[in-house]
């Protein structure tokens, strides 16, 4: 079975960045946060997480499976792509991932490397 844990401080706030700034649909997920624990999400070594989520927190009748879609860069400047997403009202996964792989484990991304596809970096 897999290990739940708290999330990360790195992990929590930039879950909270990406939903408190994102669209309607994700900061109506924002509250959710607080009561996510995680599990890993990928065994490749990057920072995916699956989420779990208690069910006490506040559901979304937000219906979009991907709520975040963000391009990144690492702290080393390597391009990242950014995923959250739902499932049932809750959240279910943040997942990161490199463009062309990487051998090695890496980070979450920059949070103020975030922008949208299309939009250049703030």
């Known amino acids: 079975m897999t290990h739940e844990r708290p999330l990360s401080e790195e992990e929590r706030l930039l879950l909270q960045h990406v939903l408190v700034n994102g669209s309607a649909s994700a900061q109506s997920f924002a509250g959710q946060v607080a009561f996510a624990k995680a599990t890993r999400g990928c065994d490749c070594g990057c920072p995916s997480i699956n989420l779990i989520i208690d069910p006490r927190a506040p559901q979304s009748s937000a219906s ?13 400047g390597a391009d990242v792509g950014l995923f959250v997403f739902t499932d049932n009202g809750y959240l279910s996964e943040l997942e990161v991932y490199t463009f062309g792989g990487r051998a090695e484990p890496f980070p979450l991304p920059v949070i103020q490397s975030l922008h949208p596809f299309g939009e250049e970096q703030s």
């Open 64 to 76: 979009e499976r991907i709520i975040v879609d963000l391009l990144g860069t690492l702290s080393d």
